[in-house]
């Protein structure tokens, strides 16, 4: 179906209708593939010192929320999005560890599917052990979830086998629902 003709299924917003107003929400989920794209390493000289420097953002954002949700892409070998990705070039393929430096072109490391998926596992396990029992933190790695408090049942969202992290995120707010 075309989004047009979803959109025509639509009824016209009513301007009389009462809009119910939110007040505190207690519950962020993002797209940690796109945090990825947007906040490139700049002053960070390895992979330790770039997932301190983003993550001191979430820092900030849990002090006034409930739990976090962390939710990237997964890279399946199978996919059709494969050819895509594939048509579009590769890029250098690198070691991710804590001291490894940064690349200078961070466009070229994110050219290669094996990096981004090192990338996002690294900076999943680094936010699960940041917070670990003290804020309630969920992130993807794979098709899996993990969270930062030990006991915490997963079976609503884990194994997971969507690919793009915003369907994935519809799952995590039907989960917080």
Known sequence: MKRKQLIRGLPPPNPDEEVEEVKDITVSILDGTVIVQMLKP??????????????????KMLARKRSLHLVFDVYQTNSLK??????????????LQDDAPMPRKWSMLLRCDTNKRELF????????????????VFVTIGNTVKCSMDGYDLSELSPCTHEEADTRMILHSLHEA
């Open 42 to 59: 700049m002053q960070s000289k390895n992979f330790k010192e770039y997932a301190e420097n983003i993550f001191t953002n979430y820092e």
């Open 82 to 95: 494969t050819s895509t990705r594939q048509a579009r070039g590769s890029g250098i393929r690198l070691r």
């Open 121 to 136: 596992g690294y900076l999943a396990e680094f936010t699960i052990k940041k917070f670990r029992n003290a804020r309630e």
